[in-house]
């Protein structure tokens, strides 16, 4: 099953793992909890004395966790901001030292450098503060034109597993972002001990609208499918209609599939 899976790799290797909302009940519980199995090195992002005092309000413990302070870390800013402007170059912003007080600009920051394996937030920030700060200091991965989100879904935590993309950051793609989506969604999904390696691309609307035509853009995409995965074999076919769309005939979807060849 993948999260037993996943905990055996996390103990074999713990990644340094920053959360840069860290006054958060939550925070402390899972960075407690992460330190305490050996499943990863939790960082906590935040002024030590504000940390200190929401823990002890809260009767929680801090003991052997990592605690860096952002606005008293300022060699560790400029650094980070010298890294900013190698990568962005004139798109960096010229408080960028500044910029980086900021526990989410930092944690990112960090991981950009090298010096965290994974940033988690939004359970305070907001998803677009979240994603902006990403955007900015860390950016997209080479090839990738389009960032878009996946979610690992476990019914029941038993089998099948199955992953959806995109259901939050770019809700109505074009046949382009479509395509960087669904390559990037598999990418995403091959290292995981999951035993399906089929995608499917839906698009469809709820409404009694017109439907957004889909089909001739997606099966132009087709070939850039193909192209970067060699290994799938893609086809398009909207004759399908979603389950909820059985009381309106109106209601459509598009749909492409992708089936790893065999290995």
């Known amino acids: 099953m993948i999260i037993e899976r ?10 340094r793992v ?5 006054l958060d009940e939550r925070v402390l519980k899972a960075a407690h909890y992460l330190q305490q199995c050996g ?3 939790p960082v906590l992002v935040a002024s030590p004395f504000a940390l200190r005092q929401f823990a002890l309000s ?8 990592q605690v860096i302070d952002p606005h008293s870390n300022l060699s560790m800013r400029q650094r980070f901001a010298q890294r900013w402007l190698a990568r962005a170059g004139e798109k960096t912003p010229p408080d960028a030292v500044e910029k980086l007080s900021d526990p989410l600009m930092f944690a990112a920051a960090m991981v950009s450098a090298g010096e965290a394996d994974v940033c988690i937030a939004g359970n305070l920030s907001s998803t677009a503060n979240v ?5 900015r200091v860390i950016g997209l991965q080479p090839g990738c034109k389009t960032l878009s ?6 019914p029941q935590y038993a089998g099948p597993a199955l ?12 046949a ?9 969604s598999a990418d995403t999904w091959r290292p995981l001990p999951a035993k399906s390696r089929a995608w499917r691309c839906c698009h469809f609307q709820a409404t009694a609208a017109p439907v957004t035509p889909m089909l001739p853009t997606c099966s132009r995409r087709q070939s850039s499918f193909a192209n970067v995965r060699r290994n799938c074999l893609w086809t398009v076919n909207c004759s399908l209609t979603p389950l909820s769309s059985r009381r309106s005939p109106r209601k459509k979807r598009l749909t492409a599939r992708c089936k790893a060849a065999p290995t």
């Open 131 to 135: 994603l902006r700060a990403g955007l």
């Open 163 to 174: 992953g959806f993309a995109d259901c939050s950051v770019v809700p109505q793609p074009t």
């Open 58 to 65: 809260h009767r929680m413990a801090m003991d052997g966790i």
């Open 39 to 41: 499943l990863a090195r």
């Open 18 to 22: 920053v959360f840069p909302d860290a």
């Open 176 to 184: 382009a972002q479509l395509a960087d989506i669904a390559i990037a």
């Open 6 to 15: 996943a905990r055996e790799l996390a103990v074999r290797a713990p990644a």
């Open 149 to 154: 989100s996946i979610f690992l879904m476990l």
